[in-house]
């Protein structure tokens, strides 16, 4: 294992921000590493508190009376200058349960009402986003959507479009769209399992 020396935080800003890590490798050689992160100050990165505690979470959601529509967003994302394809997801607040965050995101990104199901922990239980370059780690929230669908929640700053999308519309978008790479493994899933949340049994 690698030996951390020193970090030092790089920005200040609201959503995320750039620490720097002086490091020597289990290979003794010198390591500097940047790491992008949620927290707030050094005290609060995974690094320091070795505690996986979610930034995010992510709702897989089935509409529907029939269950077989799964709930999207294609959304400008400036990262990539493009739309991209993902599941409805945001920040879980502080003092906020990732299935509460969850319910209060599907509603400000869709207008519409999630009733989460109960799943294993190995299901739900937060998991790293891109380690590579990041300590966030987001949980997943599985549910059935209801309502009807609005914008009139979204924030100014986002740029959103509600899909509702049956298996066709899904296996057009894993062929032809820009897709995030959590949302594509779902759905996988989805057009291929007969019960949309059947896989979830199976652990």
């Known amino acids: 294992m690698g030996e951390i020396h020193h970090i030092e935080k ?4 609201k959503f995320v921000n750039l620490y720097h890590v002086d490091a020597t490798s289990v290979h003794k ?19 320091t ?10 709702i897989y959601s089935i509409y529907g009376e029939k269950k077989d529509r799964v709930v999207l967003v294609r959304q400008y994302r ?6 991209i394809y993902e599941f409805p997801a945001g920040l879980v607040e502080p003092g906020e349960s990732y299935h509460e965050g969850a319910v209060r995101e599907l509603f400000e990104e869709t207008g519409l009402t999630l009733t989460p199901i109960p799943v294993a922990e190995g299901y739900q239980k937060p998991y790293f986003t891109t380690v ?23 924030e100014a700053s986002e740029e959103i479009e509600i899909v509702l999308a049956d298996r066709e519309e899904v ?17 996988m899933h989805f057009i291929s399992d007969e019960e949309p949340f059947g896989f979830l049994g199976k652990l």
């Open 10 to 13: 790089l920005t200040d800003n």
């Open 29 to 47: 050689t010198p390591v500097s590493y940047y790491v992008a992160s949620r927290a707030k100050n050094i005290k609060d990165l995974k690094l």
């Open 49 to 58: 508190t070795r505690q996986n505690t979610p930034d995010g979470v992510v």
């Open 78 to 83: 400036y990262a990539i200058g493009d739309y």
């Open 132 to 154: 590579g370059m990041t300590d966030e780690s987001c949980a997943t929230v599985f549910g059935y959507a209801s309502g009807e669908i609005s914008t009139a929640a979204q």
């Open 171 to 187: 296996k057009r978008i894993l062929r032809e769209e820009k897709v995030a790479i959590m949302c594509a493994y779902m759905l």
